[in-house]
């Protein structure tokens, strides 16, 4: 390794992530990669959800202002957030890489910039510091085919549709349905829609693609994908399995998790999280929670404050809930999900299929219950229930009886079994791909001598 940074030092790669949990994690995560591989590291990041840089001291990481709490952005408007950012940054971002690309040691050099694809406003400050551009797409390659459709059918007028929830196929794209249509809840749907047409343009006229997925998982998307965008394309992923879960957590998490699983039978745990964003009303999450208990199965649940809209966080479940449930179930604000994932007594996750979870649910051979809330992780759900079959789809309104028996199909049944025969087949192929000679060992390869030729 020392070797390889040996030769290497000289060249340095930027990277700025989108400030939300599920984008700072893989672009991270990139980090190491790349740092592993020989690459010197910095970090351009916003103060709003500022990533905790002593977790990473061989990075150099610079902080922008962005005024983003000013403007009172906040995840609960995704849409409006994004908008904020890539008009508020500009001339900060600006500011420090032309400060970074004047100061730069005199053996080392800045190879690109790596910035997240939402990021699209970093495509004109890149080509005025004739920096290339090269993007990093957290979600799955499919989602993003989806988001394209999407935005071709904003062009044709197809929007506003009357039948959001209906079974047809999506025009466009016929893998999906309607329903599956990658939309996001905002209060500006127009601007939601100029958004993919941006970061679909300024994704096309990048230097590279990078990919956190791997070939044989979404390989018709992948070809898909190459027809159309004539960039050079990197699937390297599932980057968190390079090397033992590390932290970029926004959230302190509970370890508590982890000593209560290690009491547990081997399989016997529904592991429940619907990421860092998602919010339910009191109804739903009450539902959730007699579901979960009429279910019989033990459980381990995130319970993010902010989870429960106008709760701080618990306060509306009903007293006593968690003392009748007698050990059978643990809550937690946040937990260290890929440790939870890979738990031995873990034995199916109930997710919004976030890419980061589904993702993380594959490498360790979990199946799923998919309970997509909006964006890629409707898309996400399609595919871990119908296409990989992996996964059940919760699709009708949230309901205790419902919830229960979903519940005892993954976990109890034949059904269960036989996707959780799958996803251990998928679990192989990524464990493939990442050894010498695998699809994402090659592309990494790839990778760097593309870095290296800047
Ligand atoms: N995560 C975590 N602890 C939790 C819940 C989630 O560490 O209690 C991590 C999870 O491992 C994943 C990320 O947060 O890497 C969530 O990303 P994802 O794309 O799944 O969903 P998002 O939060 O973006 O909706």
Known sequence: MENQRESRKKRRVILFPLPLQGHINPMLQLAHILYDKGLSITVIHTNFNSPNSSNYPHFHFCSIPDGLLELGASTSDVVALIKHLNV???????????????????????????????????????????????????????????????????????????????????????????????????????????????????????????????????????????????????????????????????????????????KQ??????????????????????????????SGVPFLWVVRPGLVRGYEWLESLPKGFLEKLDGRAHIVKWAPQQEVLAHPATGGFWTHNGWNSTLESICEGIPMICQPCFGDQKVNARYVSHIWRVGLHLENQLERGEIERIIRRVMLEAEGQEMRGRVMHLRKKVDVSLRQGGSSYQSLESLISFLESF
């Open 265 to 294: 039978a081997p399989k016997s745990i529904l592991y429940v999280s619907f990421g860092s964003i998602v919010a339910i009303n009191e109804t739903e999450f009450l539902e959730i929670a007699w579901g979960l208990a009429g």
């Open 88 to 262: 508020n940054c500009v001339v900060p971002f600006r500011d420090c890489l032309d400060k970074l690309l004047s100061n730069v040691e005199e053996k080392e050099s800045i190879a690109c910039l790596i910035t997240d694809a939402a990021c699209h406003f970093t495509h004109a400050v890149a080509d005025s510091l004739n920096l290339p551009r090269i993007v990093l797409r957290t979600s799955g390659i499919a989602s993003f085919l989806a988001f394209a459709a999407t935005s071709l059918l904003h062009e044709k007028g197809y929007f506003p549709i009357e039948d959001f929830g209906s079974d047809a196929p999506m025009p466009e794209f016929p893998l999906l349905r309607v329903k599956d249509i990658p939309l996001i809840d905002t209060h500006d749907a127009e601007n939601f829609y100029q958004f993919l047409i941006s970061v679909m343009s300024h994704t096309k006229s990048s230097s590279g693609l990078i990919w956190n997925s791997f070939q044989e998982l979404e390989q018709d998307a992948l070809k898909t994908l190459e027809r159309d965008f004539r960039i050079p394309m990197f699937t390297i992923g599932p980057f968190h399995k390079y090397f033992p879960a590390s932290s970029s957590s926004l959230l302190s998490q509970d370890t508590s998790s982890i000593s209560w699983l290690d």
